[in-house]
């Protein structure tokens, strides 16, 4: 069982359009991140949000955590070739005294020029 | 310091072998992470470490898997008797569990074929 959901899971535009990809859980986080992983690489850190309700820019990518911490989204604007990859979200579960972070199955983006 | 490493960053091996992983972790991280991603699917927690002690191991890991952080330093990670079902790549990251949002920083993993 999935502790986090991604969708769409495969996402195929034109270079300039704007898209959402989606974060989805049924369990709350203390912390929810977001990576980009490349082909034959280890997932980079994009961005991390805590409170709900939070909004993140980072350039042209927009990052909001929901209200009650279960969910995110991810949009981007404009979107350029260099975006192409695959988008992660992460988060980390409470659990007693320790967290751990777990990850979704992701969102493969590719941007045509 | 210039990151998590791993080595090798390629194995191939034959079913029934045995094989190990290192991961060299950031130096002032306390956790430690490994983690099995196939194509196209997001990385799967296998276990994870903070300082010597391993916190959790997961369900999915057989007893064939075995994961080691001796000094609270770099970790091992053994496979034996590989089957062609443990090709995929292994992911290790670490963080450091005292800051308020921990923040995993990945290797370039190791991807593991076995024929």
């Known amino acids: 069982t999935q502790l986090l959901e991604q969708s769409p899971q495969f996402l195929s535009i034109q270079e300039g359009e704007n898209l959402t990809v989606y974060c989805n859980s049924s369990?709350?986080?203390?912390?929810l991140q977001w990576y980009r992983q490349e082909p034959g690489e280890g997932p980079v850190l994009l961005v991390t949000?805590?409170?709900?309700?939070e909004v993140k820019k980072l350039k042209r990518l927009t990052f909001q955590f929901g209200d009650a911490r279960k969910d995110s989204s991810l949009h981007i604007t404009a979107a350029q070739p260099g975006d192409t990859g695959l988008y992660l979200c992460?988060?980390?579960?409470?659990?007693?005294?320790?967290?751990?972070?777990?990850f979704g199955p992701g969102t493969s983006l590719s941007v045509i020029p | 310091d210039t990151g998590v490493s791993q080595d090798p960053r390629h194995k191939i091996t034959k079913r029934g072998q045995n094989v190990t992983f290192r991961c060299d972790p950031i130096?002032?991280?306390?956790?430690l992470y490994w983690y099995r991603q196939t194509l196209g699917q997001g990385p799967e927690f296998l276990t994870y470490?903070?300082?010597?002690?391993?916190?959790?191991k997961s369900r999915l890991l057989s007893d064939r898997f075995s994961a080691e952080r001796p000094k609270g330093s770099f970790s091992t990670l053994e496979i034996q008797r590989t089957e062609q079902g443990d090709s995929a790549m292994y992911l290790c990251?670490?963080?450091?569990?005292?800051?308020?949002?921990?923040?995993?920083?990945f290797g370039s993993g190791t991807q593991l074929s076995v024929l």
């Open positions: 369990s709350v986080f203390s912390s």
């Open positions: 990251a670490s963080s450091f569990s005292g800051a308020t949002n921990e923040k995993l920083f």
């Open positions: 992460a988060g980390a579960l409470l659990k007693t005294s320790y967290d751990k972070v777990i």
């Open positions: 949000v805590v409170t709900g309700g």
């Open positions: 130096s002032e991280h306390n956790r």
């Open positions: 470490f903070q300082n010597e002690a391993q916190l959790e």
